[in-house]
């Protein structure tokens, strides 16, 4: 059956390393922050200027100083640390970023993302987005297969307008694991209880399936 | 002569019509709220605004957005603000939409003396435009150019009479650069305190940024999404 977005989180926890320095985008992604391992040393960088955001804070404490990229108000940890935005996306393009995980409307069999515009419909900006994909070392996209028409996400060629080209490495969906390869789409894992006919289905991109593809372990 | 200015109205005076302005704050937090509303107060006309972001409709720059004060916004994300979105669609509103890191760098770059320089944000995408492309370590940058503003007005925490500055928590974020790409740096602070009393080593803006310095009141400091657990 095809995982819920925490299910698509939980799997791309797996991809942490104790030690990582990891920036999660707005929606699915910030709810890897959720499924970090036990006694995992993980921080995570806010663009705006934080590097240790920790839990949202308990009732009555919110503090409006104290946000992340999306504008909620957050907490920080132990040892964390607060500087500018230039400072920040120095951070992120000088490569001092371990795992970027962010969401997508479209990625292409050649590792090109559309996620920041709808002509004519969505076109409040692209923020930092295209400053993470350029330069982050290992970028993770997750989103849902299909759009909620059932249209493919992973496409020969994106039709919306680029957030970065060539970038993408690895998406994490609610059907499957795949790594983008120069031969195109490489299908990894399944998730549990979908088949390889259901995802070459949602698939429009080339789909690369070598031997048995094994379910995810989560 | 004193950098310490009674007030906002007084801070923000010689701003006249048409001028480019830079705001500090990211979403609503580290925004200059005193001088946004005198310069609402004042209904200076045909603003570039310079700022991560627009506000939301009733506060922020989006109370200079709705009286129609601005013609062009220079920003990186505009999606708290339904009038914004509205006035970019409907053509009543120039627009630059700047990658926030290449916009954070501008700033910088502008303040500090940089003219030029090359990131690889934008490489392919509309923001390449035709700016000059240059192949460093195997791939390819776009060059962008230093930002400056005949004003910039920063928010901070704590300030003195010499213009230096603290900042606390996330409510930095652009004030730092655009302290030093304002022609004229407008800067209000929670606290204004005796020189002498700012730890030098705690100092994020020295004050040689600075030319105009008050105490500022009544904050809102609204938030945009109180979340909690």
Known sequence: MALDKNGIA?????????????????????????????????????????????????????????????????????????????????????????????????????????????????????????????????????????????????????TLPLTGVQCVKKIVTDLAVVEVTDAGFKLLERAPGVSVEEIKAATTGKLIIEGDIPEMNI | MSKVVKNAQEAVKEIKNGSTVMFGGFGLCGIPENCINALVDNNIQDITCISNNAGIDEFGLGLLLRKHQLKKMIASYVGENKEFERQLLSGELEVE??????????????????????????????????????????????????????????????????????????????????????????AEVEELVPVGELEPNQIHTPGIFIQKIFQGTNYEKRIEFVTEQ
Not at chain 1, 46 to 70: C, M, Q, V, W, Y
């Open chain 1, 10 to 158: 939980k799997r791309i926890a797996q991809e942490l390393k104790d030690g990582y320095y990891v920036n999660l985008g707005i929606g699915i992604p910030t709810l890897v922050a959720n499924y970090i391992p036990e006694g995992m040393n993980v921080t995570l960088q806010s663009e705006n200027g934080l590097l240790g955001i920790g839990p949202f804070p308990a009732k009555g404490k919110a503090d409006a100083d104290l946000i992340n990229a999306g504008k909620q108000t957050v907490t920080f940890i132990d040892g964390a640390a607060f500087f500018d935005s230039a400072t920040s996306f120095g951070m992120i393009r000088g490569g001092h970023v371990d795992l970027t995980v962010l969401g997508a409307f479209e990625v292409a069999e050649n590792g090109d993302i559309s996620s920041w515009k709808i002509p004519g419909k969505l076109v409040k900006g692209m923020g930092g987005a295209m400053d993470l994909v350029a330069a982050a070392k290992n970028i993770i996209v997750a989103t849902t297969h299909t759009d909620r028409k059932g249209n493919s996400k992973l496409i020969p060629e994106c």
């Open chain 2, 97 to 186: 939409l700047i990658p926030q890191g290449t916009l954070a760098e501008r700033i910088r770059a502008g303040g500090f003396g940089i003219p030029a320089f090359f990131v690889p944000a934008g490489f392919g995408t509309e923001i390449q435009g035709d700016k000059e492309i240059r192949e460093f370590n195997g791939k390819p940058h776009v060059m962008e150019l230093g930002m400056t503003a005949d004003f910039a007005i920063v928010k901070a925490w704590k300030g003195d009479a010499n213009g230096n500055l603290i900042y606390r928590h996330t409510a930095n974020n652009f004030n730092n650069m655009m302290a030093s790409a304002g022609k004229i740096t407008i």
